[in-house]
């Protein structure tokens, strides 16, 4: 892994955010060496909290990395903020327009200058009522096998006591427990080579959400329930993992 080289704005951040986050949470941190690799590594989180995306930075940050965070592109159009997110190498996203391709390219050179990309395969907080993950966009797989940059799983559970999605409370106590977990990279050795068609994609996101729930059923201590039902095939309708 390239050590961490920060410009200006990224050490402002830094300093701005840090310290706020070390004094709101008492952190667990597990698996910071599976981001302690060479290259660019494509991250996926859970998604249960809009604290998420600091809790996450925190960590990555912590592993001697620079987080990468996928965000709207209007966002990025918008004065001053915009121009700061560019500084602090956050990328831009077309969603549903021809320049989305722009963003994938985007995505690729992050990965081939060793880069920490950042992406919720969810898309959103989750919305399963005990914040279980949802069934997966495949974004991450898309650029994994466009790459075949490492897919790494991070777990999270304690953002919501930070901000419950649910009842949409801010808790702004000191010293909230969280905990976050990477897992070493997702096996997607079978899908090397083959053809983005959808049904390869979805299946590479089924084993990349699978690979998260397991993570996040470690950390609550709680048998995780199944994710989604898959379409019937061949007659049948098949769950995630039932070979397994």
Not at 154 to 163: Q, T
Not at 228 to 241: N, V
Request: with cysteine; proline share 10%; charged share 25%.
């Amino acid at each position: 892994m390239a050590r961490r080289r920060l410009g200006f704005w990224q050490r402002f951040a830094v300093v701005l955010v840090k310290p706020v986050m070390t004094v709101w949470t008492r952190r667990t941190w597990r698996g910071l060496e599976h981001l302690r690799r060479p290259g660019g590594v494509i991250i996926v989180p859970n998604h249960i909290s809009h604290a998420d995306p600091l809790v996450s930075a925190h960590f990555i940050y912590d592993s001697g990395r620079w987080p990468q965070f996928l965000g709207k592109a209007s966002v990025f159009r918008v004065p001053v903020i915009g121009w700061i997110l560019h500084r602090c190498k956050q990328i831009p996203v077309e969603r549903g327009t021809v320049d989305a391709v722009k963003s994938l390219d985007a995505l690729v050179a992050a990965l081939r200058e060793e880069g920490s990309v950042v992406i919720y395969p969810e898309g959103t907080t989750t919305r399963e009522p005990n914040l279980w993950p949802m069934k997966g966009k495949t974004g991450a797989a898309r650029l994994a096998l466009a790459t075949g940059a490492p897919v790494i799983p991070l777990a999270m559970w304690g953002p919501e006591r930070i901000f419950d999605p649910r009842t949409s409370r801010l808790n702004p106590r000191p010293r909230i427990p969280v905990t976050v977990v990477a897992g070493p990279p997702v096996d997607l050795s079978r899908w090397t080579g083959a053809t983005p068609t959808k049904a390869v994609l979805e299946e590479m996101t089924d084993a990349i959400m699978l690979r998260l729930r397991d993570l996040l059923a470690e950390i609550r201590d709680e048998t995780p329930p199944a994710l989604w039902e898959r379409p019937a095939r061949q007659g049948r309708a098949e769950r995630p993992g039932a070979a397994a």
